[in-house]
């Protein structure tokens, strides 16, 4: 079955720049995203690709897509406090249900 | 602003007791999904719905069902609680098309 994979965990300092890793399994995915729950919060959506891109940015956010290796990644430039979040990233099934795949979700924590 | 509502942000039942959660949605949206998250392993969907008195299984349920009598409200049934059903339940919905998931902010369940 489809299986989107994260590292669990990551750490970086205040102005530094985070990537955030994940692969997933579906190549037929016609949209990735990556999702952001804060501490005590549902999840809210922070940036999507369509599967025809390479890459997106947007702000201080930069997705890339590596379809070959079936690969996405985010890039926050100058990571703030107030980025320290889960993130998770989704792929959506492509069998009409419009079911999401979750990824197990990065622990973001920024040290000031 | 889409407004996803749960019923309860914490919860704590016995084993064995019957268990409702309910969700509210004011954007008409068709989708409704209940997903379960424990650390490190994500979001998990346990059922979701695309129109009224739908329902589909998703992944893990289980122990759960469901009920969609009217379009803004799905509610999530434990029939007879167990302790490994202790976990934080968040609800979302989306348009028929499934782009963006808007979630509620979620309702942590304890069973004793």
């Known amino acids: 079955g489809e299986d989107v994979e994260q590292s669990l965990f990551l750490s970086v300092r205040e102005g530094d720049s985070s990537v955030i890793n994940c692969t997933y399994t579906?190549?037929?995915?016609?949209?990735l995203y990556w999702y952001k729950q804060e501490p005590g919060a549902g999840l809210q959506l922070l940036t999507y690709i369509f599967s025809n891109m390479d890459m997106k940015q947007d702000q201080r956010l930069t997705v890339l897509l590596n379809k070959k290796d079936k690969h996405l990644s985010l890039r926050i430039a100058d990571t703030q406090t107030g980025d320290s979040a889960i993130y998770f990233c989704?792929?959506?099934?492509?069998?009409?249900?419009?079911?999401?795949?979750f990824g197990t979700g990065t622990r973001l924590k920024v040290l000031a | 602003d889409v407004k996803v509502t749960q019923s309860s942000r914490y919860l704590v039942k016995r084993t064995g007791e019957k268990v409702f959660l309910e969700c509210v949605q004011d954007m008409d949206h068709e989708n409704m999904f209940w997903y379960r998250q424990d650390p490190g392993l994500g979001l998990r969907l346990i059922y979701f719905s695309y129109d009224v008195k739908m329902k589909e299984k998703g992944d893990i349920p289980e122990g759960y069902s469901v009920s969609r009598e009217k379009k803004e409200r799905f509610s999530l049934i434990l029939e007879s609680a167990s302790t490994n059903q202790t976990s934080m339940y968040l609800c979302a919905s989306s348009e028929p098309t499934g782009n963006e998931q808007y979630f509620g902010p979620g309702t942590r369940l304890t069973v004793t």
């Open positions: 989704a792929e959506i099934e492509t069998s009409g249900t419009y079911k999401y795949i």
């Open positions: 579906d190549s037929s995915s016609t949209y």
